[in-house]
């Protein structure tokens, strides 16, 4: 029954290009994207505690409904709705869009199914200073509603691709110039290594898989490189938001790092 909704969800979403952002940290990075916003609902505390946003999203032309917390909680179907709940179209872009941009930092999310997972992976890459984020076909929906809060607003920060295959996304990354480099915790080469080999500074695309098998086979072979994050202590592996973390961070030092070097 829960797939059946989240599915019907889904559909809802495709067919509007519309998706929803709870809270005022959503509300007020999409309205700072100057991508618009649909609507605007707002419970009568939410508007008297967030009336800076309330009026920022009022002097845009956006229509702003108040609500009663009741109409709030079944729209915004969370726990403790924080009372501000944006309608936003959406953001992805094509790829080729990323690319003509020249970006040094990607992330391919493939068959990534955990949609708290990929919005905390979103909101890192944003961090790291990444050029963009693909969700290639297999993986979570980046509009589902527990990835948009776990971006923290971050999907309004940077180009989001969705639609394409893991395989098609590598390829054209690499004809754009970018090591495509295979989070595989299986890998015979670690991070640090390839860190000490001076191997991160270069333009990189990184690509992550489930987060309970990881990558198959076949994506880990299309790779230049697989990649293992080392653990130095017993645990058996890390959580797929923090290797992706590990990882986009140890490539934005050593981008950064080269950029200063060179300036």
């Given at each position: ?6 599915l ?41 505690r ?87 076909a297999?993986?979570v ?33 690499r ?7 295979a ?11 390839m ?20 990558l198959?086979g ?46």
């Open positions: 029954m829960r797939a059946a909704r989240t019907g969800k889904r559909a809802l979403r495709e067919r509007s290009r519309q998706f929803l952002a709870e809270g005022p940290q959503a509300v007020r990075e999409a309205l700072r994207s100057g991508g618009g916003l649909a609507e605007l609902f707002v419970t009568g505390p939410a508007r008297s967030h009336s800076d946003l309330v009026e920022a999203a009022a002097a845009a032309g956006v229509p702003v409904h108040e609500v009663s917390g009741d109409v709030m909680a079944e729209l915004a179907q969370t726990v403790t709705p924080q009372g501000l709940l944006a309608v936003c179209p959406f953001v992805d872009v094509p790829l080729d869009a990323v690319i003509s941009a020249q970006p040094r930092l990607v992330v391919v999310l493939a068959n990534v199914r955990d949609p708290g997972n990929a919005g905390t992976v979103l909101r890192t890459a944003d961090a790291a200073g990444a050029g963009g984020v693909i969700f290639a297999a993986s929906d980046p509009y589902n509603s527990k990835c948009v809060r776990s971006s923290a607003g971050s999907i309004f920060h940077l180009p989001l691709v969705t639609g394409i295959s893991a395989s098609d996304a590598v390829s054209a990354l004809k754009a110039g970018l090591a495509v480099l989070a595989d915790g299986s890998a015979k080469i670690g991070l640090d290594q860190d000490a080999q001076d191997r991160l500074g270069d333009p990189t695309a990184w690509l992550f898989g489930n987060e309970a098998w990881g198959p076949d994506l880990v072979a299309i790779a230049d490189e697989a990649v293992a994050v080392p653990i130095y202590g017993q645990a058996e592996s890390l959580n797929l938001a923090a290797a992706a973390a590990v990882c986009l961070y140890a490539s934005a030092r050593a981008q950064v790092g080269g950029a200063a070097q060179a300036g």
